[in-house]
């Protein structure tokens, strides 16, 4: 909860390369396709799904 409190305004993408994860890196942990990462790269945290953004966090915040 935290991580999405301090989080929700950045983007996608701001998120993953803080991490260090390429969008096919990502798209392999999260066990979904590249380019469903590719499409929400420029959306910010809030604006996303909650089934999407609650698997995208899991994988963010490890």
């Known amino acids: 909860m935290l ?3 301090i989080n929700r305004n950045k983007t996608i993408k701001e998120l993953r390369r803080k991490k260090g994860y390429t969008a096919q890196e990502l798209a392999m942990k ?4 590249n380019i469903d990462i ?7 945290l809030k604006d996303l799904k909650e089934p999407l953004k609650s698997r ?3 994988s963010l915040r490890k």
């Open 38 to 44: 590719l499409k929400i790269d420029n959306e910010k």
């Open 56 to 58: 995208l966090i899991l």
């Open 3 to 5: 991580f999405e409190l």
């Open 30 to 33: 999260m066990s979904v396709y």
